[in-house]
């Protein structure tokens, strides 16, 4: 059975930066489709960021150029780099794992404020 779980979420200041985790367990982790998705305060759930198995990636535009996935294959382990935070990009973030099934993690919640 896949778990994944979710680090790195925290308080960053506007222009800040933030490194969050995901680590699956119990998973063929190298031929998933991996993606970062948030969830605002009264807001639905969105794409943030996808990575294929091969290693390409696809942002949403309000994020592209300031944050970077990436992922360890080899450790089973996904990330999410942000940089130049905004207020906005205060959500929960939820790694989700795509292989035939489908699984998310509890989230971790980023916070932007001053």
């Known amino acids: 059975q896949v778990q994944l779980a979710e680090s790195g979420g925290g308080l960053a200041q506007p222009g800040g930066s933030l490194r969050l985790s995901c680590a699956a367990s119990?998973?063929?982790?190298?031929?998933?489709?991996m993606a970062w998705y948030r969830q605002a305060p009264g807001k639905e759930r969105e794409l943030v960021a996808m990575i294929w198995p091969p290693g390409g990636t696809n942002y949403a535009d309000s994020v592209k150029g300031r944050f970077t996935i990436s992922r360890d294959n080899a450790k089973n382990m996904m990330y999410l780099q942000m940089n130049s935070l905004k207020p906005e990009d205060t959500a929960v973030y939820y790694c989700k794992y795509v292989a035939g099934v489908v699984v998310w993690g509890n989230g971790t919640l980023v916070t932007v404020s001053s």
């Open positions: 119990g998973s063929i982790f190298s031929a998933a489709t």
